[in-house]
């Protein structure tokens, strides 16, 4: 183990270099061109074999080391992601919203992708290391995985089978303390829907004219209804798309609305989906317009693994207290200052038992795991397509202030920090003590492996977006 310690301290230098690289190239979904070819070629020089274009997805690739032969051990797979979020340039360190002089395009790293992608980069090299050190057997694998924002990446690298012979899956999430990743997620739906009317002189011709943007709102009204008599965790999310013009003289003669439809299982979501869709053939109808409904994206709701959580949980733990020199500390603290209450409250509240009622600056612990506990995030991830494929478990580990939220330019201000490196350090080390347990004791990988037979309901995965649905990026 002392090999390793060093192994981490030697490289560490070079691994936050390049997350800070990543930080700074900011690419967005299936455009993180730069980003993807960073981890490639620093992969390739450790020794990795390299696929590119993975499913199809020109910024998805895989790299894997160690034997290919039937006694080559367990494929262990770290999942890594590196696409940043649109509208959140911000400038490193600022304390106040501030766009960054340096990266002029409108992004940035408001996940912490930059870090994620690159901590499970430095579990599967420190793996690497550890078994040619041991003698032990096991394939390691790096997913160089695009588009978990908006784009369902992991959903469609799934619906392709590049995940069926991983025997386990590990990765982690940058947040603002530490713990097992033990909530589910929403699995969701997102389509188009366009409407075609007629145009016509909305004064002189009223009459001839059949308006798409009023089967737009009427469709808007409908779910807006609906709403009432869904599932209670459902959520439903539209963005107008095309209004059909900035003419009020002209009966629109196209218009556009993007549905995000998300529910707690799958087949909630389809369903969903299904009365969404009929909503919107009433407006069409009502409207007399022509409806085309474009399937875009969809991801599962996530399937935890207790069996893997178990073995996480006790390596966060063995890490210790995370601590922090006094520099740090004071800038936590001046970021918490920027932060409302109900930005704090959001996070402290399921850790009310570890908090007592205090407010850190920075978490040093780790939260408690209650394997019973069925708590539900509102959001969706596409890990989750991964996790009905082969047993998965996820660490949130400190990168922030406490309390930062996900998505806001506090995160991407502190995206450099020295907090932010050493929970990347820390998450690289946990995913990696966690992959040796694993690799040393194979029992676990089949318990694991039972244990998702089990959740799955004995049924094999489907992939909830259809196969003919084409990769987002080939759409016109
Ligand atoms: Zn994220």
Not at 225 to 233: C, K, S, T, V
Not at 338 to 364: H, N, Q, W
Not at 452 to 469: H, T
């Amino acid at each position: 183990m002392d090999q390793l310690q060093d192994f981490f301290t030697r490289e560490a230098p070079r691994m936050t270099a390049l997350a800070d690289q990543i930080w700074k190239l900011a690419e967005l979904r299936y455009a993180e061109t730069a980003s993807a070819q960073l981890h490639i070629d620093a992969l390739a020089a450790s020794g990795f074999r390299i696929t590119k274009n993975v499913a199809g997805i020109p910024t998805a690739f895989m790299a894997e080391w160690g034997g290919t032969g039937n006694d080559s051990g367990p494929v262990i797979a770290f999942l890594g992601e590196y696409d940043a979020l649109s509208g959140l340039n911000q400038q490193s360190g600022a304390l106040v919203c501030t766009p960054s002089v340096d990266s002029p395009g409108l992004a940035g790293h408001g996940c912490g992708h930059h870090l994620l992608g690159t901590s499970a980069h430095f579990a599967a090299i420190a793996l690497q290391a550890h078994l040619q050190a041991s003698g032990g057997k096991a394939r390691v694998r790096y997913y160089g995985c695009p588009a978990e924002e908006g784009g369902s990446g992991k959903t469609f690298m799934a619906r392709a089978g590049v995940f069926d012979d991983v025997d386990v899956a590990l990765t982690w999430h940058p947040a603002s303390y530490t713990g097992v990743f033990s909530q589910s997620t929403l699995a969701n739906v997102q389509a188009k829907f366009i409407f075609h009317g007629k145009a016509s002189h909305a004064a002189h011709s009223p009459h001839l004219g059949r308006s798409a943007l009023d089967a737009v709102e009427l469709m808007n009204v409908g779910v807006n209804y609906l709403r009432e008599h869904m599932p209670p965790d459902a959520r439903v999310h539209y963005a107008v798309t095309d209004t059909g013009g900035t003419s009020p003289n002209v009966v629109q003669a196209r218009a556009e609305v993007l549905y995000l439809i998300r529910a707690v299982r799958n087949d909630e979501a389809a369903a969903l989906y299904e009365r969404v869709q009929n909503v919107a053939r009433g407006a069409a109808l009502m409207t007399e317009c022509k409806l085309d409904i474009v399937f875009d994206k969809a991801c599962s709701n996530l399937l935890q693994n207790s069996t893997l959580n178990a073995v996480l949980h006790a390596k966060l733990l063995a890490e210790g207290k995370l601590k922090v020199n006094a520099a740090e500390q004071t800038k936590a603290v001046d970021f918490q200052a920027t932060l409302t209450a109900s930005d704090i409250d959001a996070v402290s509240r399921p850790l009310a038992s570890v908090l007592r009622g205090k407010t850190p600056a920075v978490f040093e612990g780790v939260a408690p795991y209650d394997p019973a506990a069925r708590e539900v995030l509102f959001g969706s991830t596409d890990v989750a397509d991964v996790s009905w494929v082969t047993p998965t478990a996820q660490a949130w580990v400190a990168c922030f202030a406490f309390g930062t939220p996900m998505h806001s330019w506090q995160l991407v201000s502190q995206g450099l920090s020295g907090l932010a490196h050493a929970g990347m350090v820390r998450a690289a080390r946990v995913l990696t003590a966690t992959a040796i347990e694993l690799v040393n004791k194979p029992e676990l990988i089949e318990q694991a492996k039972a244990e998702l037979l089990e959740r799955r309901q004995g049924k094999p995965y489907a992939c909830p977006i259809p196969a003919d649905v084409p990769l987002p990026f080939t759409r016109a």
